[in-house]
């Protein structure tokens, strides 16, 4: 039962039984002024604490929306959680997957995709550390495909009601899905492709970051961190083409420091079930082991709207990388070579089609477009690469929510111009 409805009729109560007594104060034989003061002083008592109790109710039930936006219970601010949580808290998600190629039958693959686990520890009420282990591949070994990973390791604290700061192994607040990727809160059985081939999720840098919750809905996040590191750059693979921020992140793993990155991302959910967002991120890439300088800069738009049974959402998403016309010189001749833009967008739409209980059927339907080399820098005649092909991907398929924990997925995708990785998919996810 929803408490605030219980409170207006409590009000009324007590102000009538206080008017009550009052009149019959009034008509007693006791001094009528001291006894009628004394009933004023009482009654306005009781309305100050039904008016507290009310505020609070209304505190709490904010709080509940605010935390039932689009983001990781994991990357919440200190600030808005609440001091009667548990101190210490498990949580975990992982999903298993089934791709079956439409041409190629013969490689399909069932694969646990990814396990995690993590946990966040509240030392006080300022203070919390949030950590999490992934493993992809279930089995993780020199001979096997598995890796396993820290997602995240950072501390949290709160430096008042807006602000909280951060330091540590933290997810970059970057588009829709890096900071939010539980299996139960995206739909199709893969992530989309604009989504991790030019955003690399999910993406996690070192540093220190400050993040604002205003009361109007904004949430601004901005701070330091390493970055990426050209030197990883492998041109004799095709790994730069699946995803050119991804072949070159550090994750923290005896990261060069030698260039500093900011970030910095805004996001507005003033008006319920809107979220409209951006964000960038810049940082010299080279970490001082070449003589050519270069940086790296990323930058996304994105808006999610869920009006009643629907939920809408698109994304642009713009990455680039300077210089590289002296990076890539002693690179020619290799099938691979460094790209100067890439990009990618998509448009989304979901529409939950029955519901009982806790059970939920979601349609949905995702058109997106990416391109992984969008240009290359100039190196002269026969030489300069030519710009790769804009892949268009459609995924049409359904959710369905077992709870509001489980989730079980269905999806065809269609690909425009490599058509040979058509494929069927199913999947089943988890998140608590």
Known sequence: MNQSRLVAPTLKFLVAANLALLISSAGAQTPAGEDLARKVDQLGDELTKVKEQLKQMQDEKAAGAATSAP???ATASASSV?????ATILFSYGEINYNRPTKHTEDTQVDLRRFVLGLQHRFDEKNKLVTEIEVEHAVSSADDPGEVEIEQAYVEHALNQTWSARGGLFLIPAGLLNERHEPTAYYGVERNFVETAIIPTTWREGGVEIVGNFDNGLTLQTGFATGFDLNKWDATSTEGLESPLGSIHQELALAKGHDI???GALNWRGIPGLQLGA?????GA???QATTDSRVTLWDLHARWTPGRWDLAALYARGSISNTAELNQPLVGNPTLIPESFDGWYAQAAYKLWEHQEYALTPFVRWEQFNTARSYADLGTGLTPEAAKTERVITVGANFQVSPGIVLKADVQRFRENDDANRFD????WSF
């Open 71 to 73: 983001a990781s219970s």
């Open 82 to 86: 609440s001091p009667n949580e548990p």
């Open 261 to 263: 990155s900011v970030f």
């Open 279 to 283: 964000s960038v991120f810049t940082g």
């Open 286 to 288: 080279t970490q001082g």
């Open 426 to 429: 199913l999947g089943l996810g």
